[in-house]
T-cell receptor
Framework: NAGVTQTPKFRILKIGQSMTLQCAQD?????MYWYRQDPGMGLKLIYY???????DKGEVPNGYNVSRSTTEDFPLRLELAAPSQTSVYFC???????????FGPGTRLTVL | TQLLEQSPQFLSIQEGENLTVYCNSS?????LQWYRQEPGEGPVLLVT?????EVKKLKRLTFQFGDARKDSSLHITAAQPGDTGLYLC????????????FGQGTRLTINP
């Protein structure tokens, strides 16, 4: 199993540009999450999904959108990128009967 | 304001010393987890504690969940350079929701 995969690993955006961060998991997990991690900080929840077709906002959803058309994929869309969105983004997943979240390797995004 | 406060935020000690990291909150958690994160990677679960007063040992690491399920501690005995990393505590506020709130992390450096 590949676990949780994320692409790209690094990206530089100009202010106002848009992009999609890809996340996929092959563990048949129902729950998927997007977090951002700013320097010296923990993880803040952006959006999460409890299954295909169902998404909900986390703690810091402004400026982001998500979709969950399949169990495996949970892309994160940034519209009109701003410098405040410079961060490392982590995707995670977990099963219905476990507390353990499995994390991808992260995407380091810089908005200039 | 941080729902989960970790202390200290930074800790640098010599190999062989003991240390304790704390994770405190005014909120009650249904479970609490400790993750370890290496540079350039996502967090990896070390342990989950569920019952108030629970103590779990993982080799030289001892984890404790407070009786009131509001706090936790991580104690490392005879620290080794391989213990270096970012330690994150994460709490699940509502049983079954499987959303986690993360502390800001403790960056631990063990010097040879």
């Amino acid at each position: 199993n590949a676990g949780v995969t994320q692409t790209p690993k690094f990206r530089i955006l100009k202010i106002g540009q848009s992009m999609t961060l890809q996340c996929a998991q092959d563990m048949n997990h129902n729950y998927m999450y997007w977090y951002r991690q700013d320097p010296g900080m923990g993880l803040k929840l952006i959006y999460y999904s409890v299954g295909a077709g169902i998404t909900d906002k986390g703690e810091v959803p402004n400026g982001y959108n998500v979709s969950r058309s399949t169990t495996e994929d949970f892309p994160l869309r940034l519209e009109l990128a701003a410098p405040s969105q410079t961060s490392v983004y982590f995707c995670a997943s977990t099963s219905t009967w476990s507390y353990e979240q499995f994390f991808g390797p992260g995407t380091r995004l810089t908005v200039l | 304001t941080q729902l989960l406060e970790q202390s200290p935020q930074f800790l640098s000690i010599q190999e062989g010393e003991n240390l304790t990291v704390y994770c405190n909150s005014s909120s009650v958690f249904s479970s609490l987890q400790w993750y370890r994160q290496e540079p350039g990677e996502g967090p990896v679960l070390l342990v989950t504690v569920v019952t108030g007063g629970e103590v779990k040992k993982l080799k030289r690491l001892t984890f404790q969940f407070g009786d009131a399920r509001k706090d936790s501690s991580l104690h490392i005995t005879a620290a080794q350079p391989g213990d270096t990393g970012l330690y994150l505590c994460a709490g699940a506020l509502i049983q079954g929701a499987q959303k986690l709130v993360f502390g800001q992390g403790t960056r631990l450096t063990i010097n040879p």
